[in-house]
């Protein structure tokens, strides 16, 4: 089977494409790699770089597919804030045509990197899937909207969908190519930023005054693979004119300050930190109910925040 995976150069979507080739996929990447790399294409991929807002772009990639894996998209809260208009444009219209030219070929299968960013400040800890959906911030307001379209899509137009609901997603996986690091620019990401801390730029802690026990925010990390793995089991397990939504996280909460310890104890050394703002757009605390996704797809993370740490730092060498 022919898969289009989406932002196929991005940090996840690359790890998807490995993933795949090595069991026996065959896969076309679309990605205007404004923030991934078309040196991550491997060999024997069919390449388009173009953009979502270009439905020609889109079309030419689905080209001999029968199942989309969907990763593009803008992906950082505090840009969101920033710039709401950019992150509905690519993220919203983008989709919104990706399912109009998937509906053209006669393409119905799809699975979407969704977020956890859609339930906002939850009312209950673990967040399960039926939450309420109050997003905090654009990005997830977008991805809220992206996942009621593919809902419609399923219903009237009968495709099978499945929305990965991410929580944190962290280290990395070495492929024969090697390490599929993350290599965003700026970084943002919490792991990354730590393990590059330095005395002269120590990685900044944004809030220690949340309503937390140490005080810093609490985030469900999960590892990528375990993450990609989800991913094949929710392609094997669509259904057409279902739209099903699973939570993907570790079901754990780890602080800032505690990532921060597990990565001092990987590295050897005390991290340097400082204490910054709170973010704009963060919640305090996000773990993920993931008995869903363990019961309906058979899936469990295995790899824990002390190999996601070690991980990241191996392939940021
Ligand atoms: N964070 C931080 N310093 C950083 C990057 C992130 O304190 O340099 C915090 C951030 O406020 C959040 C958590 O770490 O509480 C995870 O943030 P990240 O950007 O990695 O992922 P997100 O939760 O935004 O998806």
């Not at 979507?13 to 679309?30: K, N």
């Not at 400040?121 to 809220?144: D, H, S």
């Not at 965003?184 to 930023?193: D, G, K, M, R, V």
């Amino acid at each position: 089977m022919r898969v289009l995976v989406t932002g196929g150069t991005g940090y996840i979507g690359s790890t998807a494409v490995d993933t795949l080739l090595t069991q026996g996929f065959e896969i076309s990447i679309l990605d205007d790699c404004s923030t991934g790399h078309a040196d991550s294409v491997p060999a024997g991929v069919s390449f388009t770089q173009g953009s979502l807002l270009n439905p020609v772009d889109i079309a030419n990639a689905l080209t001999g597919c029968e199942a989309v894996m969907h990763f593009a998209g803008k992906s950082l809260v505090g840009e969101s804030v920033q710039k709401p208009d950019l992150y509905h444009s690519v993220n919203v219209d983008g989709t919104r045509n990706l399912l109009d030219q998937m509906h053209n070929a006669g393409i119905a299968q799809l699975v979407f990197s969704s977020s956890a960013a859609t339930y906002g400040e939850p009312l209950e800890t673990p967040i399960k899937e039926n939450a309420p959906t109050k997003p905090t911030n654009p990005y997830g307001a977008t991805k809220l909207a992206i996942d009621q379209m593919i809902s419609a899509e399923a219903a009237s137009r009968g495709i099978a969908a499945a929305s990965l609901r991410y929580f944190n997603v962290a280290g990395a996986l070495k492929s024969a190519r090697g390490w599929l690091a993350e290599r965003h620019n700026p970084e943002t990401h919490l792991i990354p930023n730590v393990l590059r801390s330095t005395p002269e730029n120590p990685v900044k802690i944004f809030g220690t005054d949340w309503p937390t026990p140490d005080g810093t925010c609490i985030r469900d990390y999960v590892h990528v693979i375990d993450l990609i793995d989800a991913h094949i089991k929710a392609l094997h397990a669509l259904k057409p004119g279902n739209h099903d939504i699973y939570n993907l996280g570790s079901g754990d909460g780890y602080s800032v300050k505690e990532v921060i310890a597990a990565a001092s104890t990987a590295v050897g050394f005390e991290i340097p930190t400082t204490a910054a703002p709170r973010r704009d757009g963060d919640p305090a605390v996000l773990i993920a109910d993931i008995n869903k996704a363990k019961r309906a797809l058979d899936w469990i993370p295995t790899r824990g925040i002390e190999l996601m740490v070690a991980d990241t730092l191996a392939s940021l060498k």
